[in-house]
């Protein structure tokens, strides 16, 4: 049975296959239909429920997108950038915005509030945005949020206190982040000039990924249970051409992931669900969607083609 797959387009809303693929849906009822989406995510144990980052808040389906509520919020107006449900509680919903601040529920998207987090307001030609958010899969206390362009942020009691942890960064300007699990465990951050990692979540060590890849300019990040660490890179946001590449030894060698050639754009993004073990789905932001069914080994590009690609999301 085919994998259900949402996409979130700049202007066009939510897109939906339930065929891997093959055909596509626009589902966007109860929300603006040309809708910026930036963040989509499914509920680890409910398939049906999703949420969505908008340019006006956050929505919720509890029908597998075929139709939206928006959650009133402090959020409300403000571009959803980044949303995390908790694996283990995900009736915890955290959610990051631009201009940058951090948001949480505890109910499930019923009520928000704001975390007390000390972020950046004004980088001049750049609002900071928060551009990631992963939770901790062995300590379900600790959260990290990469900001652009602002770095890293932990906090270790839910969300409640947050420290940086930006020492060394080739750049605050953090794209994605992905943990390593491990003694130690080691956080991995791409950025727009390298991939770096920390294994005390303070000081980092800059991969120098511009000896290995045609460009330096990196988006997201991704951990597969296999031991792969997978970047998606470019020559620009957005770029005209870009990569996906992969690391099994935490950046000492670096394998090119076989897409057929360069990519239309920088490859924005690398989406995986745990509970669809085998499939990972990789897009340029310029509307090229990849996907492999072996865990990377081999990729497909998919014939439909969005013109502004932010967000993938895979249910099973």
Partial sequence: MAST??????????????????????????????????AIAVHPDNASILFAGTEAGIYRSQNGGDSWEKLDS???????????????????????????ALFRSDDGGETWKQLSV???????????????????????????????????RISRDGGETWTSGNEGLSSLDIHGLALVPGNPKTLVAGTNNDVCITTDMMNW???NVKAEFPWPYCRGVLYMSDGRVYVGAGNGPPGDEGGLFYTSDLGHSWERADLNGNTNSTVWAISHNPAVPNLIIAYSIAGQIFSSIDNGDSWTKFAREFGEVRAVAIAP
């Fill in 205 to 207: 060590t800059r991969l």
């Fill in 74 to 100: 402090p959020m409300n107006g403000m571009q959803i950038w980044s949303i995390a449900i908790h694996p283990k509680s995900p009736n915890t919903v955290y959610a990051g915005t631009c201009p940058s």
């Fill in 5 to 38: 797959i949402y996409v979130g387009t700049i202007g066009q809303g939510v897109w939906r296959s339930e065929d891997g693929g093959d055909s596509w849906r626009r589902k966007s009822s109860g929300m603006f239909s040309e809708s910026d989406i930036r």
């Fill in 118 to 152: 000390e972020l950046v307001e004004d980088c001049g030609a750049i609002i900071p945005r928060v551009t990631t958010i992963i939770i901790d899969p062995t300590d379900d206390q600790t959260v990290y949020a990469g900001i652009e362009i602002d770095g890293m």
